[in-house]
Nanobody, 124 residues
Framework: QVQLVESGGGLVQTGGSLRLSCAAS????????MGWFRQAPGKEREFVAT????????AYADSVKGRFTISRDNAKNTVYLQMNSLKPEDTAVYYC?????????????????WGQGTQVTVSS
């Protein structure tokens, strides 16, 4: 059983930055594909970014490309999401997720474990 705990959310003005962290426990972190997703009120959960288990490959949603950066520290069992140039439309609950078998760019349905989420609010 893998447990994920997100942190780093908060309230920020347009153009500001936040760094989200997701600490994992209870599994073999360095073999997992990790992902960040978000869900705004009244909307479906959507993909934000993913990183391969070897940290050599990353992928982003078009809406965040060039502004967000996903990274991981396998020694700390932690994945990060650096968010710059934030916009009001980035407001959402952000979730990290684990895909245990190391698939590259798994579908949202293929993720095995989810964190509880952290709120990000960007004011205009």
């Amino acid at each position: 059983q893998v447990q994920l705990v997100e942190s780093g959310g908060g309230l920020v003005q347009t153009g500001g930055s936040l760094r989200l962290s997701c600490a994992a426990s209870g599994g073999t972190f360095n073999s997992y594909t990790m992902g960040w997703f978000r869900q705004a009120p009244g909307k479906e959960r959507e993909f934000v970014a993913t990183i391969s288990w070897w940290a050599g490959s990353t992928a982003y949603a078009d809406s965040v490309k060039g502004r967000f950066t996903i990274s991981r520290d396998n020694a700390k069992n932690t994945v990060y999401l650096q968010m710059n140039s934030l916009k009001p439309e980035d407001t959402a609950v952000y979730y990290c997720a684990v895909e245990e078998s190391g698939l590259w760019k798994p579908d949202i349905k293929e993720y095995d474990y989810w964190g509880q989420g952290t709120q990000v609010t960007v004011s205009s």
